[in-house]
């Protein structure tokens, strides 16, 4: 052996790496110790991003597994408008690990926090605190509102206890926290509901060791609930729409994420069967050129998407998704031809991009 490189993989070495000459062609995936089959019932979490994993497993065949309905009286067009289907229970986007160790220790019964409920902005109806835009026009009194939490917390516990694959995805390290009892908030009072007030609400931003032990802590919680899931992370490629930090956003998300990939990294050298899908790799490596973002660089594309389903099918199940990854990526104009309506039903929910400096 003429020195420690040799005889290894193509796959370790950036030159040799075929998405270098055709970007269709990255994949940086390592083969899954497990499959996950249509049939596995798959539950999904996160930040923003983690809907258009939902989405397209469910879109493919797979058993994106739904544990909170709307009732049968409403229609299909007005459940959705509620945010029913868009994860496997109504809690709308969970960014930090943070807000996932405390939305597990919520459906436990072992934290109840302390907060009161949140008027909506400009209106008089209430919104939770922990969801805030999960309900359109919010809920017409606290026992309204009570009472669907207490039936969206017991749709969280039996989505834990039924599940066989759980994927999450990190997205911020940057939120805000009631100071009496450290309850973490998906958006800042008074972006779309609630009052802020310096006294009542603080900034934090978790660093990496505060995230691996909150993500650590939250595993722990699924696992001993449902000791046989398996767990897939990922990180979203989406950057922040608005950093409190007084820097650069773009200075903010690159931390951020960063953090947040760590934490991951940590997590799968600690769980058995809990690895690390790439997502944020693919959608950001300089081998595709920007060109699976959106015209605010920000949003992912449909055919970034693609790709990035493209290769979870490919590794992690025996199915695939439809078509190949979309090869007009390797065009610098491919963004300019997508379907505004294609985009429109690609768009995520997403609280953070409520906030604004106006």
């Known amino acids: 052996m003429k020195h420690p490189y040799s005889g290894l ?8 790496e075929p998405g270098v000459k055709k970007p269709s062609e990255l994949d940086p995936v390592g083969d899954a110790p497990f499959e996950i089959t249509p049939t596995d019932r798959i539950v999904t979490a996160g930040s923003c991003f983690a809907q258009h994993v939902a989405r397209v497993m469910t879109e493919s065949g797979f058993n994106h597994h739904i544990t909170e309905f709307a009732h049968p009286a409403l229609t299909a067009g007005i459940g959705e408008a509620h945010n029913y289907g868009m994860y496997s229970a109504r809690y ?20 109840t926090p302390v907060v009161e409920p949140w008027k909506l902005r400009d209106s008089d109806n209430l919104c939770d605190p922990f969801r805030p835009q999960i309900q359109p026009g919010g809920y017409l009194s606290e026992a309204e509102l009570e009472a669907d939490r207490a039936f969206h917390l017991s ?34 009072p008074g972006v ?19 995230t691996y032990a909150d993500l650590r802590d939250a595993l722990n919680i699924v696992r001993s609930i449902n000791p046989e899931v398996k767990i897939i992370l990922t990180v979203s490629p989406v950057a922040l729409n608005a950093t409190y930090e007084d820097r650069h956003v773009l200075l903010s998300t690159v931390w951020s994420k ?44 449909p055919a970034g998407v693609k790709h990035v ?24 104009a491919a963004m300019d031809t997508q379907s505004a309506d294609v985009l429109e039903a690609l768009e995520a929910f997403c609280d953070e991009a409520s906030i604004d400096n106006d």
């Open 9 to 16: 993989p193509d796959r370790q070495f950036w030159k040799k």
């Open 92 to 111: 709308g986007n969970v960014y930090t690990a943070r807000q996932l160790k405390q939305l597990l220790l919520r459906a436990t019964g072992e934290f």
């Open 155 to 188: 749709c969280v516990r039996k989505a834990i206890e039924e599940m066989d694959v759980f994927v999450f995805t990190l997205g911020l390290t940057e939120t805000w926290q009631d100071p009496r009892d450290g309850a973490v908030f998906p958006i800042a």
């Open 192 to 210: 779309a509901g609630g009052t802020y007030n310096r006294e009542t609400v603080e900034f934090v931003n978790f660093d990496e060791t505060e």
């Open 258 to 301: 960063a953090v947040l990939r760590i934490s991951a990294e940590k997590a799968t050298r600690e769980f058995d069967d809990c690895i690390y899908f790439p997502s944020f790799e693919i959608i950001t490596s300089p081998h595709v050129q920007g060109r699976y973002f959106a015209e605010d660089r920000r949003e992912v594309t």
């Open 309 to 332: 389903m493209s290769l979870f099918f490919k590794h992690y199940t025996s199915g695939r998704l439809e078509g190949e990854p979309d090869r007009a990526v390797d065009k610098p």
